[in-house]
């Protein structure tokens, strides 16, 4: 059965870093897009950063370009998202997702993603 799972999120201060990843299970993530959402309460999911399946095409929130980067190793099977000068407002659910369509003007549309993991919480708080 398909499955992504993600992992490292967690408590950090103002400032600091986090590396999450996503991986995966039942299938391989080389031949399809993944995307890196988030989900803060009250609020709709949105899309954060998104990789093509070739690691050719990236797409950044703007509220958090210069400040995350999705790398894939699909040697591995995994997809990571380093984060660095986490605020307060990146405080959310990270749920990662894949695209099987890897159609690049799809990367990051919520609708266009499967397989979405079960989600690990980001706080970023003093």
């Known amino acids: 059965q398909a499955q992504l799972v993600e992992s490292g999120g967690g408590l950090v201060q103002p400032g600091g870093s986090l590396r999450l990843s996503c991986t995966a299970s039942?299938?391989?993530?080389?031949?399809?897009?993944i995307g890196w959402f988030r989900q803060a309460p009250g609020k709709e999911r949105e899309g954060v950063a998104c990789?093509?399946?070739?690691?050719?095409?990236?797409k950044y929130l703007d509220s958090v370009n210069g400040r995350f980067t999705i790398s894939r190793y699909n040697a591995n099977n995994t997809v990571y998202l380093q984060m660095n000068s986490l605020k307060p407002e990146d405080t959310a659910v990270y749920y990662c997702?894949?695209?099987?369509?890897?159609?690049?003007?799809?990367?990051?549309?919520?609708?266009?993603?499967?397989?979405w993991g079960q989600g690990t919480q980001v706080t970023v708080s003093s």
């Open positions: 997702a894949a695209d099987p369509a890897n159609l690049l003007y799809r990367l990051c549309v919520v609708s266009a993603y499967h397989h």
């Open positions: 990789i093509s399946s070739s690691g050719g095409s990236e």
């Open positions: 039942g299938f391989s993530l080389g031949y399809v897009a």
